[in-house]
């Protein structure tokens, strides 16, 4: 997730969420009607940051951007490969699943294919048990 919602400035008009093409955008609080970004739907296009009246969607520095800094396909050596981005994670260590162009499959960079690197969001989201009931930040 390289981007977060500041909850102080956040007015719970909803254009974001009627922005966002993933449904990455969820309400935290009914009465106030406050969102947050799921970091684990959230492809980083940006859309919702343009739609927001009152710029409360900002970069969050924690996190890398998906398919820009920080992103391990940016490198030349790792240039055909397409990423899930978070739509299908590997069952076993839960990151996200990648796909030579060539290949019809989506594979695990580190279980499947023997891969020190892997998507960097992995590092820094916990999965729970379920691939999803426990979503959390590591500290």
């Not at 970004?37 to 009246?53: L, N």
């Not at 520095?61 to 820009?68: A, I, L, T």
């Not at 076993?92 to 290949?103: F, H, I, L, Q």
């Not at 960097?120 to 989201?125: D, G, H, S």
Request: charged letters at 20%; a negative charge; hydrophobic letters at 30%.
């Amino acid at each position: 997730m390289s981007l977060m919602v500041r909850q102080d400035r956040c007015i719970g008009c909803g254009a974001c969420d009627y922005s966002c093409h993933s449904q990455a955008l969820t309400k935290t609080d009914e009465f106030l009607g406050l969102f947050e970004i799921d970091p684990f739907t959230c492809d980083d296009c940006g859309v919702c940051v343009t739609k927001c009246p009152e710029n409360a969607i900002v970069v969050d520095e924690r996190f890398p951007v998906c398919h820009g800094h920080g992103c391990p396909l940016q490198s030349q050596r790792l240039a055909d490969t397409a990423c899930a981005i978070w739509q299908q994670t590997c069952p076993s260590c839960g990151t996200t699943m990648w796909r030579e162009r060539a290949e019809h499959d989506w594979s695990c960079p580190k279980c499947d294919a023997g891969r020190k690197v892997s998507c960097p969001k992995t590092r820094l989201l916990q999965i729970g048990p379920d691939q999803g009931a426990a979503r959390s930040i590591v500290q």
